[in-house]
């Protein structure tokens, strides 16, 4: 499997704290069958990120996992909040893309219910040659929010939930629904520290998601095909 999702560089923003912390959450990968881990540290405001220094931070991590006898393997790209978009050139915003491959771009919508604002911005990247992966829906549980998914899903988007909030806790019902109604595409673990909080795992969420009729057939789409050909930057449209 591959995560789309996670903050595992070191001492770069609210991720790892160091690279021992970063190696550990290697090893989590390693447990559950993550082989690629996206590294996306926040590329805001808040956040003093370098983005040309991210290459190098990926290849002294991936150096480090493997004196470590990790397996997994990290991958670059960045989460890129909604408010900044519009401050990067071209070659900031290819750096920031998942896996490196030129396309897709982890897009943080900005705070409160999701609006028109955050459409515009996926019809500018658009514009750009890039798709966008919309994150944390669970911070968006509003009466429009599949209406406005819809509508960011036929622009392009794909929509990527946070597995912890699918496995369990009280955001899973409001994600099973999303799922069930179609506009849930990708499970990425968004963990930031092998210290607490949520873990590099995506096998739980998938087995829930085993349990929703509308996406149960495509699971191996969901885990497997469409990540592989988002860090490819291949273009995809879901089958459900």
């Given amino acids: 499997m591959i995560d789309l999702h996670c903050h595992i560089l070191p001492g770069i923003d609210d991720g790892a704290l160091d690279l021992a912390d970063s190696v550990a959450m290697g090893s989590q990968a390693d447990r559950d069958g993550v082989t690629l881990v996206c590294a996306t540290p926040h590329i805001r405001h808040d956040h003093d990120v370098r983005i040309a220094e991210l290459a190098d931070r990926v290849a002294e991590l991936n150096a480090a996992l493997r004196d470590a006898g990790v397996r997994a393997r990290v991958l670059p790209g960045g989460?890129?909040?909604?408010?900044?978009?519009?401050h990067l050139d071209d070659t900031e915003l290819r750096a920031l893309t998942l896996g490196g491959g030129g396309r897709w771009?982890?897009?943080?919508?900005?705070?409160?219910?999701l609006s028109d604002s955050l459409l515009d911005t996926v019809n500018h990247l658009a514009a750009r040659g890039t798709r966008c992966v919309?994150?944390?829906?669970?911070?968006?549980?509003t009466r429009d929010l599949v209406a406005r998914l819809h509508a960011l899903i036929d622009r392009g988007a794909l929509v990527q939930a946070t597995a912890?909030?699918?496995?369990?806790?009280?955001?899973?019902?409001g994600m099973l629904e999303l799922a069930s109604r179609g506009v849930l595409?990708?499970?990425?673990?968004?963990?930031?520290?092998?210290?607490?909080?949520?873990?590099?795992?995506?096998?739980?969420?998938?087995?829930?998601?085993?349990g929703v009729e509308r996406v149960a057939p495509h699971l191996g789409w969901i885990a497997h095909a469409a990540p592989r050909a988002i860090v490819a930057g291949d273009d995809i449209a879901p089958p459900f």
């Fill in 79 to 86: 989460e890129v909040a909604e408010t900044i978009v519009e």
């Fill in 134 to 141: 919309i994150a944390h829906p669970e911070r968006h549980l």
């Fill in 105 to 113: 771009i982890l897009l943080e919508p900005r705070a409160g219910p």
């Fill in 164 to 173: 912890a909030f699918i496995e369990d806790g009280p955001a899973a019902a």
């Fill in 185 to 210: 595409h990708l499970v990425a673990s968004d963990a930031h520290s092998s210290h607490g909080g949520r873990p590099v795992r995506l096998s739980g969420a998938v087995a829930r998601l085993a």
